[in-house]
């Protein structure tokens, strides 16, 4: 079975990746931010696991790729700038 994310993490990814959050109504949250040149707005609600029929009706919201949504999760593990900077 493949892991649940909470929305938190979603929520958190999806800010990493541009979004901000524009309201909140009961458990469901909006964000809106450009993606691939459009402004996309999702909702997402606030529960400690999204099932993940859910997850990806939020990625298609965002007309994100699950590739681009782990890659944005993932991008602070793998590129470190202080690993690219040397003192000369």
Do not use: C, D
């Not at 949250?29 to 609600?45: C, M």
């Not at 965002?62 to 890659?71: G, I, N, P, V």
């Amino acid at each position: 079975m493949p892991k649940l994310y909470s929305a938190r993490v979603i929520i958190k990814s999806f800010k990493k990746a541009g979004f901000y959050k524009v309201s909140q109504k009961g458990s469901h949250v909006k964000l809106k931010g450009f993606w691939r040149g459009k402004l996309q707005t999702i909702i997402i609600p606030n529960h400690k696991e999204v099932a993940m029929g859910t997850f990806q009706s939020i990625l298609n919201q965002a007309s994100m790729t699950l590739e681009e949504f782990l890659k944005v999760i993932f991008l602070p593990f793998f590129f470190k700038p202080e690993a690219f900077s040397q003192n000369l």
